[in-house]
């Protein structure tokens, strides 16, 4: 196997922690030597050994006394450079250091850490493979540099972006393979936003239901986050029936629950932008408490506001092969699906058939 394809396969390990690592950035490793893989690890959920630890311990499993001998000479590949510092768990180059490497080779550079200087000053080879990376750790970098998340928006429309019809709401524009689908981007989601709008239209649990991510241990519904301006908030809503997290943002300081009783809801008062919650102040707010990655799932008020603000990384599109007209609602006030589609700054990163519908993901071009 080629390095680029040894990679890919460390990709796919980093990725096994998807539901569950959140908090920190997926990685994946594994060890190689005389045309096998010897052994492999990946990061499984925050304070928990780090990948390359993983795949070292997993040798030392196997090998026993061996294992030095054994893994004398290989490679060790990573898909984010080896952390230097000691947070939760102990620097990875240190454990790295007590076996004789040939070489080091890491995809994606951490800034916060120098993991590949101290190895390559204490005399292993270190190589940096430059491959396309977009599917892992946006939200980890997005936050390490702006200390805000990555924003998603999940968005099921008509051929003529409508999403919602006006006189029922109950009737799905897009298939069950793409609602389905669309659990993914909340099990890898901190958190998922929506407005109150939608809460009083649709009434929507919007929690996690994908079956691979609940059957994890680990895994965590994510936070949900409401942005509401009124006085009064019915906790009735599916959005409050359930035990996960909830903040309430809102510029009201006289938000009140209809209800006396209401599990994990947080009320944060945030600046006022034009007479609106500020969303940028909800997306620092977020990133203070470490949230890396949101899911917008909302209404046309709220998508129009973000995406008139440049505040959407990413768009998640289900498309289905209907034109609404004026029976709906467009997704977005200010301009037509197209527009968006054919925006300079995006780029469609990902394009198939699910089930009938369409789906695009498309992504701002200054996002690796």
Not at 136 to 155: M, Y
Not at 199 to 227: C, G, M, S
Not at 315 to 322: G, L, M, R
Request: proline share 4%.
């Amino acid at each position: 196997m080629n390095k680029s394809a040894l990679m890919e396969r460390a990709i796919h390990l980093a990725l096994k922690g998807s539901f569950t690592t959140r908090e920190n950035p997926n990685v994946g490793c594994l060890i190689y030597k005389n045309g096998m893989i010897i052994s492999e690890g990946w990061h499984v959920s925050p304070g928990s050994n780090h990948a390359e630890v993983n795949a070292i311990l997993n040798a030392e499993s196997k090998y026993k006394e061996s294992t030095k001998q054994v893994l004398e000479g290989s490679s060790l590949f990573v898909t984010l450079e080896p952390c230097s510092t000691e947070k939760k768990t102990p620097p990875c180059t240190d454990l790295i250091q007590k076996y004789l490497f040939k070489e080091i080779i890491y995809m994606q550079s951490d800034p916060s850490q120098k993991g590949s200087l101290i190895l390559n000053e204490k005399g292993f080879g270190v190589e940096k493979l430059n491959l396309n990376h977009s599917v892992l750790n946006n939200g980890f970098f997005k936050h390490l540099e702006e200390g805000k998340p990555f924003v998603r928006a999940k968005i099921a429309c008509s051929m003529d972006g409508k999403i919602a019809f006006k006189k029922n709401n109950e009737q799905w524009i897009t298939s069950k393979e793409s609602r389905k689908d669309g659990y993914f981007y909340r099990a890898i989601s901190g958190a998922i936003i929506t407005g109150s709008g939608t809460i009083d239209a649709d009434d929507p649990l919007l929690n996690v239901r994908l079956e691979e991510a609940l059957k994890n241990e680990k895994f965590k519904q994510p936070l949900k986050a409401l942005l509401s301006s009124k006085s009064q908030i019915d906790n009735n809503k599916k959005f409050f029936q359930d035990n996960s997290k909830k903040i309430i943002f809102t510029t009201n300081k006289n938000v009140r629950m209809h209800a006396t009783e209401t599990q994990n809801v947080e009320i944060v008062e945030v600046e006022s932008d034009a007479n609106q919650i500020s969303i940028p102040s909800v997306l620092s707010f977020l990133g203070s408490i470490n949230i890396k990655d949101v899911l917008l799932e909302a209404g046309p008020r709220l998508i129009s506001s973000f995406i008139d603000l440049n505040l959407i990384d990413e768009y998640i599109f289900y498309i289905a092969p209907k034109v609404l007209g004026n029976k709906a609602n467009s997704f977005y006030t200010n301009k037509n699906l197209e527009g968006i589609l054919n925006s300079p700054d995006l780029e469609i990163i990902e394009e198939k058939s699910i089930g009938k519908d369409l789906k695009l993901v498309l992504r701002k071009k200054n996002v690796s």
